[in-house]
């Protein structure tokens, strides 16, 4: 399986397209443009408190009190904060005895996601394959605890990684254009077929905040080092701890493979899985109907993350305070973009009734919005949209197993055809 000519395309304009995009010149994110990502990854200039940078309300006592220029384990020396998620803060370290960058994860104590990360991740590395997608799965490197205030916390040790999708996508305007994303779409689903067909792991949580650019030319931390020494990042100092915000890293002149990360929430093994997971917008339907689920949801998850950075809107938008009437209205918006679910889909589920009546129509207050992926899709035209329509809806159908593996997928002719650009 050799890499496709898309995928390099892909990564040599990356660069133009940002500068391009923004008109500044810019190569990284406005503080205010990073406030409030869920991961927590702010991207800011140097020497400004990024509202991204500070977790404003959180219990520090499960939180362990990293310090810069504190050595870990007699061998990672803590440099700068990366960031931090709703379980665990992200630091770039110095690993003294190799000589080289490495990141570190710290988690809060007791989190569940500790744990499986790392189990998942253990899986993965004993897993010996001459797949190419194997290199696009965040390997760990190290693993250790630090004994914190009320209780052990993990700590992952990782190569360092890049910008995410999500702030590549934020950094070229709010959408990728066509030759950049078929580019990106291959790389991922050379990884994704090594994860389902090799590895046997479902990710669960597939979007454009978990896909990361690996960093070829490590001299950009170099200088990110060094801008930390002569101008210090903000930063609170408390009596028992000082809190620092996140330092903003930079998008390379020539940007990495794109690598698939955060198994805090994956599963391994052969067989279906039971549960919920997923994100709430990007949840498959057989997680909601309480179905058992597969591999497939990564690619449900998939086929929203590619409309979401083709359009630059997201494909559903249905949150309500109510958790029933979001899950209707999910189903509503469904309905309307795929048609009625099959019934033998629904004789499979636990919770449909909650939904559907007997004759599998939606139990809905008013009408269900008409829509179709023709009305909303507004970057291309004719025979071309039609064919990129056709892509979408290999991933988006109510049953997984009419959904395409990442395999099939990637031989699809919208994904082989190149551009005018390329």
Known sequence: MSPSPHLTAYFNRIVAAVLDANGRGERRL???????????????????????GFCLVYNPDKWYPVQIGEVYESRYQVLLKLGFGSASTVWLCRDLQKHCYVT?????TGHRQARNEEVVLRHLERLESEHPGQKLLRSIKDSFELQGKIGPHVCLVFETLGLSLADIRELAGGKLP????????????????????????????????????SISDTTILDDLVNEEWRLPSARKVMSDRTTYASTGLEIPDDPGDPVISDFGDAQYGEGDFDGEVMPDLYRAPEIILG?????????????????????????????????NASRAAHFARTVSLLGPPPDDLLDRGSTWKDFFDEEGKLIVDGEIPESSFEEEECNLEGAEQAEFLVFLRKMLQWKPEDRLSARELMEDPWLCRQTADD
Request: proline share 4%.
């Open 291 to 323: 179905i058992p689920w597969d591999e497939k949801i990564d690619i449900w998850a998939l086929g929203l993350m590619v409309w979401d950075l083709f359009e630059g809107k997201l494909l559903y938008n249905t949150r309500h305070r109510d958790r």
């Open 30 to 52: 406005a503080p205010t443009a990073a406030a409030g990502r869920r991961t927590g990854r702010a991207v800011r200039p140097r020497g400004t408190p990024g509202r991204g």
């Open 178 to 213: 066509e030759n950049l994303l078929k580019g990106l779409i291959y790389g991922l689903l050379l990884g994704i077929d090594y994860m389902h067909s090799v590895a046997h792991v479902v990710h669960t949580d597939i979007q454009d905040g978990n896909i990361m650019l």
């Open 104 to 108: 570190l994860k710290v988690y809060e």
